[in-house]
């Protein structure tokens, strides 16, 4: 399955692993990572924080796995109207990569089960989903 995956997944599977770890494992080796030059971006920009210093090899190394398998798209000209404008490049990289799938833990922003035909799901609801 076609899936983008939010910064926050990255993020959290850098700092304890878990089940965003589990993610990007199985996202890695048995699923289509979608990914566009905007979201390669943030995670970059994120992994340059000084508050990331103490994963931050962890962190690139999991960006660079992304960035070696995943295609890349640019973004679609989609608008969703969702809570924070700058996390619309995920649904757009999304419909642009016909990705089915969002995983994110951004419950905030991301209120709605489906947007278009891309599924939020959160990281576990995806390790539930695959198996």
Sequence with gaps: MRVVIDCNVVVSAARSGGVC???????????????????????????GRRKH?????SLL??????EKVAIEVEPAETVFGIR??????????AVAGDAIVLITGNTRDFTEPNYGSVEVLSPRAFLDRIK
């Excluded at 990007?24 to 992994?47: F, G, K, N, T, W």
């Excluded at 190394?61 to 992304?66: D, F, M, P, R, V």
């Excluded at 924070?84 to 990289?93: C, F, K, R």
Aim: charged content about 30%; overall charge negative.
């Design 21 to 47: 770890g589990k993610v990007i494992v199985a996202a890695v080796r048995d699923h289509q990572i979608v990914l566009s030059d905007p979201i390669l971006d943030e995670y970059l920009m994120i992994a």
């Design 53 to 57: 210093t103490d994963y931050r090899d």
């Design 61 to 66: 190394a999991i960006i660079k796995e992304i």
């Design 84 to 93: 924070d404008p700058d996390d619309e490049v995920y649904l757009a990289t």
